[in-house]
């Protein structure tokens, strides 16, 4: 795999020397940010990217979900060799018996411009926690990569206006229409063949067609009311990113209240969906109930990743580090037992701290002067961006790639995993309104990833191999802006943090 | 009052035949059955599969159905219209300088209702998600449209039948019972919700019948005037659901839409029909000792009747589907759609308890009340179907 600089001058992710551009993707991105974004794993920043194996099959799929819940997702997947014959798509939901009981799935569509890229659409019908199951079949064989998928509805329709005067038209027409039908009952449709209709069965059909008026735009007044109503609701069933309390107390102790502001749907016969959020429910990623990220605003340059303890149910409370004062941004992430990740919100004016030490993983920087490919790290290290100096551009899925140099140059060893993983990536705008939290896998909780597969909530017990000197994060900028990229990776037992700047076209 | 019940010997009606019988009769009559398995398909459709798309052979049905109509329409009141000799602008009237039959008129209209609901509901698919609830406003759109296009064939076609004589009339009469059956077809799909099983011991299930059953089977009566019309329009809902429900499963079928809480073979048939034909039947019955009442009191007589005779007979019906009894290809209520949660009461054979006694009660008022309303309505409708001619 390597990352490539296309003709057009973005970057674009390449595996086995295939783009993972795709003018479609582009397409789908356009109609996407055609809305008004919202987030619930992350930020303003809906896409899912996820890379995996089937199998022997490696895979790279991005998922762009349907803005409105019950509707249509789309999935792309690029395979990393040319040896896959047939792809397969089927959601499902995470929990519950609909989990084990699959509808037919789907074969998706090989790209005709590309054969290692396939297409599919995912019928999305509920709100809540769906995992995709992904079956490839080939010429080693089948296997199978399930990749979760948390589907809210995040937008409120709005009529455009050629539309709205087309149906004003149309249902002007069809109110002139019943009147006059009415009329004409009333006036002529008894009268025998070849009849005129008298003054007296004229006045007649006037006065039926004055009734008729005043019912139908009655009829217009409550159906307008009706679909008032219906706008309210699903305004209400709206996924609204979480905005948490936060508040310091006796000297570094940073309390954290969480926030749960969405209803869930009840039907009609008074059953709350099974994917109702609560907050009693939460599980651990990476052994972590919660992962905090801190970042003061707006230089970007005190960066933390916390783990605070949970005290009660929605509470959370950390000791916070020796900081600087500032304006912090805060991120939390959290998973529900359903597999539904949420990232709550906040910010707070903090006083310049002396604080506790850091300990477990919490980790970060009070001082991080962002590069734009070479970043020091506070060891001697140094980390490497790798990319050309092409731009990057929006709503292209790049796969981001860190190498981590020794004080000589040469690549480091004694790499550890950090939270079971070779690093996590924080992509955060310098408005802070974009926020993603990124794994070498990509883009989902690995919670929610372990749960999607079958195994265990708790990813303590995670361990691979050491990873190497180099690590790697598949992600897409929802639009375009400056951002910040927050990489950490764990060298001989210590967390280092690097910090790099991007500009986004 | 009523004069034209029972003027139709059998013995007459036998020599009826089809020669003279208007083509855009017959048209209508396609179009509305075309529209009818259509309806009932696409419900089926979406419990067993799940997923559609434009092209749907139910779809196409209803399409052609309406298609048919507009066809139909277009083509009488443009010849109507520019065509001043013409018997058929004799028999015409004017709606803003166009002219043509009435019937034409509406089912016109209907296609235009149907036609705007299209962009308008995809909107709203955009807006609010993929069919969110049955009843949406676009959906009543299309299906006033509908009920334009079915009434509007069947207003032409009574006219028709009323300025015709002898075996043609005949004829046209039982083409209007079958439209009248029908229509009481398509009446029934916006209640199918509240009439499944699991309700039929709920007051909702009864209100939902009483506003506008009636209305149908009395105008279909009164504006053929056969004797046994109200139980042959019954009659011809309740052996097209039956049909449907021994004829759908039939066919292969699996979901293409999550969650499955079914596992699905073949395709889901709607429900048993609702016992509409034996109050229907006895109002036929009853109704020649009631020719001597005023409009009101026929209402309130016999719309009492009807209610209390569908309830006294849909609740042990209702029961006995709750049994395993019922559980065989005839009665068909272990056909569930896949969306069907194992805990639900369709599942479970149970009964909804969602209403207080005192929502019962009124529930129950509402469905004598609005039976009553619906025919007295009925009786107003049918009896001007009857003097239709244009």
Redesign the interface.
Known sequence: MTLAAKSDGSHALRIAGVSFAHPIKLLVFTLVLSFPLASWAHVNSPDVYFDGYAGKYHLLVTITPPP?????AEIQIRCATADVQQIKV????MV????E????P?VAERSQSDPHVFHGKL?I??RGSWKIQIQAEGAKGAGELFVPLPAV?T?????HAA?GA??AV??F??V???V??V???A????????HEPAAEERRRGYRREAIAVVLVLAAIVL?DR??RA??AT?ARLNYKVPHLTAELRRGSLLDLRLANPNVSEVDR??VVSADKLVLNDLVPDHGHLMHLFLVRMPDMQSFWHLHPRQTSEGNFAVDLPALAAGHYQIFADIVHHTGFPETQVGEIDLPALSGSALSGDDAGDPDLAPSATVSQLRNGDRMVWEHDSSPIKANVPVWFRFRVEDKDGRPATGMENYMGIAGHAAFISTDGKVFAHVHPAGSVSMAAEMMAEGAQHDMSAMQTAPPGPEVTFPYGFPHAGDYRIFVQIKRAGKIETASFSAHVN | MNTAVGTLAPATSRKATAAGTPWTAWACTVASVSIAVGLYWDISWHMSIGRDTFWTPAHLLIQFGGLMTAMICGWTIFGATFRPGSQLRQNSVSIFGFRGPLGAFIAAWGGLAMVTSAPFDDWWHNAYGLDVKILSPPHVLLAIGIAGIVWGGLILTVAEMNRAEGARRIYLQRMMLLLGGFALLHSMVPRLEYTSRTFLHSASAYASLGIGVLLVLEAGARATGHRWARTIIAGIYSLFVLLMLWILPLFPATPKLGPVYQPITHMVPLPFPIMLIVPAFLLDLMWPRLNHFSRWQQSIIAGAVFMAVLIAVEWPTATFLNSPAARNWFFAPNNFPYFAQPDSPNVRYIFRQTETVAQFWSGMTVAFVSSMISLWIGIVFGEWLRRVKR
């Open positions: 409105v819940v019950p509707g249509i089927l959601p499902l939901k519950g018996v609909a989990a009981l699959a509808p037919t789907d019928w019908m509920t509805s937008y409120s329709g709005k009529m539309l087309l149906l149309l249902g027409v069809l002139a229409g019943i006059g039908i009329g004409a009952a006036r002529e449709a008894s009268l025998p063949s070849g159906g009706w679909w219906d706008a699903n016969y008074g």
